[in-house]
């Protein structure tokens, strides 16, 4: 079987579907991938054809552009650079890859709207992957969008935020979206955000059941399959600690005082270095040793002989994560997956988008704490992130519910689920 991939975003957005092409491979598949050149050397390390889709630079743009890290500035740069402008590029791309590569089916990004348009143009069968369980807009679910919100009232107001924001999705997205549509002689549709992440037969959550089971409500034909795990930033070189790091870690163990690890992703690090500096305090205020992922090539706080702290640009999740007391992070998708499945407790931070909806889920299942990104810029910020620390940490609840909810997200094989869709699609 011969199997196309197509994704859009950040590595976050990238990394669960390498982790399903790398699962197909394994089974004797053949898999083409089209992303960002920027994840060329790990979509490869893998064995997995690489395809082209845009320029690293247009990537490299959107990911230093500092409204990315604005709650009120993010959604509208995400939706005109990842949304509106990758139409027509991503459906003359995967009609080009249709043509050289001959899939027998396509398992696209929900973003990636135009993927699915050439191939249903070409009679091949698509899965869409959904990272995150609020965009499938479940009628029965509260929509979590904004920090300045208590989470009651948008709980309370969930359908009139829902259909508020099909309103203004139509408005931001369809209308560009459609005059993409007629330059590319396809008629117009309606609600196309709304129809690309909840239409189609073949939908699969790419999240853990014990995140947020299978409701009735759910896409037609829809299948919560787990989270799909690629841990490795720069290809096979990352698939162990760094050994400087590993010391350290073990030290911090024989000291019997566990890190706290921090990690803003690979787009949040790029505008919230302040962030660090409060770290580095709160962890000397609870009296633990700190872990920083500051990101590669930035200008956050550096090892500077401190026994306490250790810096580095990048470290393997999930082989940190579980070796740390706790970890602090924005809730991005791929590093909450990651948090949740080391079976320690958090501390969750969202900035912006889908964010906010992470760590509401996160908190609601007691193994985090949430706390807004505006309060770690205020003047209190490194008492409320020490207080917060010692929340999750020394009370035995967190500790002992994100344990039990990490060993039940080991047990699962997101991936395996996810290639045991594929093929019964393109069997299908």
């Known amino acids: 079987m011969r199997v196309l991939i197509g994704t859009l975003g950040s590595a976050g957005d990238t990394h669960p579907y390498v982790a399903i092409g790398e699962e197909l491979i394994r089974r004797g598949h053949v898999v083409a991938m089209l992303a960002n050149p920027h994840f060329e050397g790990r979509i490869r390390s893998v064995g997995i054809e690489f395809i082209p889709l845009g320029e690293e630079e247009d990537f490299l743009s959107v990911l230093h552009d500092p409204r990315l890290a604005q709650e009120g500035k993010s959604p509208f740069l995400v939706i005109e650079a990842l949304f509106n402008k990758s139409v027509e590029p991503s459906y003359h791309a995967t009609q080009e890859a249709i043509s050289s590569f001959r899939p027998d089916v396509l398992l696209r990004h929900h973003i990636l709207f135009a993927a699915r348009w050439a191939a249903e143009e070409h009679h091949i069968p698509v899965a869409t992957g959904v990272l ?202 791929g590093s909450s997956s990651q948090a949740l499945r080391s079976g320690k407790p958090s501390v969750a931070i969202p900035f912006v988008n889908d964010e906010f909806d992470i760590a509401y889920r996160m908190s609601k299942l007691g193994v985090a704490l949430e706390v807004p990104a505006s309060r770690m810029r205020s003047r209190r910020a490194v008492r409320i992130l020490a207080d917060a620390l010692r929340q999750v940490v020394d009370s035995p609840i967190f500790p002992d519910r994100a344990s039990r909810l990490g060993e039940r997200i080991r047990a699962e094989s997101g991936e395996k689920h996810a290639a045991d869709s594929v093929e019964l699609i393109a069997n299908t």
């Open 132 to 333: 995150t369980p609020s965009m499938w807009f479940h009628p029965a679910e509260p929509m979590v969008l904004r920090s300045f919100l208590p989470h009651w009232i948008q709980k309370s107001l969930g359908r009139a935020i829902r259909e508020g924001g099909r309103l203004a999705l139509r408005w931001f997205i369809d209308r560009p979206v459609n005059r993409a549509r007629d330059r590319l002689g396809l008629p117009a549709i309606r609600d196309v955000f709304f129809r690309e992440t909840r239409g189609g037969e073949n939908v699969l959550g790419l999240w853990s059941r014990h995140f947020r089971p299978a409701l009735s409500g759910d896409p037609a034909g829809s299948k919560v399959c787990g989270y799909c795990f690629f841990d490795r930033a720069g290809g096979a070189e990352d698939r162990s600690l760094d050994p400087s790091l590993d010391r350290f870690l073990c030290d911090c163990e024989d000291r019997g005082k566990l890190p706290i690890a921090f990690t803003l992703g690979t787009t949040i690090v790029h505008h919230a270095q302040d962030f660090f500096g409060v770290a580095v305090e709160a962890c000397r205020q609870i009296g633990r040793p700190a872990v920083l992922l500051v990101g590669r090539g930035e200008s956050g706080p550096r090892a500077g002989g401190e026994s306490d702290v250790f810096v580095a640009p990048y470290a393997p999740h999930s082989l940190l994560m579980p070796r740390a007391a706790a970890s602090v992070h924005h809730a991005g998708a």
